[in-house]
């Protein structure tokens, strides 16, 4: 069966048979990408020999209730009683919609929308050892329990950056991000959880969490 001019292609065609002439497809089938359809009338009985039988040549023998187009969509369009509602964001950043890190100035927020608990995670934070100025690799972990504000994660990218030329032990660090972000945030210490993995140098690797 075909909805003329909007049905994509018959249900039933010739290189849609299979053995002994039986249609592979389910001939009841009907296509709704492009189609929202309500079925017009009750519904016909089947022949007792089942439509999983149902040769394809003999397609015509279902006769289904016709379907009566009560609205009609493109592929990917969304029915507007179901778009999600979102509020526009109004508020201007520094670092966010700049190219590179020229533009900034300092760790950013936005109002919390509502969320409970926010995890931020980033392998691109380095320093280096105070004493022998070897270079330390560190994976981030920053988590907080929001009240008004949350962090706008391009500024947080660049603050980390910013480590790259100071010489700090781990567990000092992990203290240091963890005092600007509640600082940030207008948040007590305690509701702001950083934890420092440090990639194995000399065979050890240092973890430290506050």
Known sequence: MRVPRLHRRPLVGRGERGEHDV???????????DL????H?????????????LKACRSDECRCAQPVLVGERRAG????????RLERVEQEFVALGHA???????????PNPGVERVEMVSDE????????HQPDFYTATIAYEPDGLCLESKSLKIYLSRFH????????????????VAETLQLERGRV??????????GITITASV
Not at 125 to 132: K, Q, S
């Open 100 to 110: 590179g890190s020229d533009a900034y100035a300092g760790l950013e927020t936005f």
């Open 36 to 39: 929202r359809l309500v079925t």
């Open 125 to 132: 934070l380095t320093a280096f050892c105070p004493i022998t």
């Open 165 to 180: 030329d100071q010489g700090v032990f781990c567990e000092a660090l992990a203290v240091k991000i963890r005092d600007d």
């Open 77 to 84: 369009q969304v029915d507007a009683r179901h778009a999600p």
């Open 193 to 202: 959880h950083v934890t420092l993995r440090q990639k194995a140098r000399g």
């Open 23 to 33: 249609a592979r497809v389910d001939v009841r089938e009907v296509t709704v990408d």
């Open 41 to 53: 009338g009750p519904a016909p009985k089947v022949a007792a020999h089942g439509i999983d039988r």
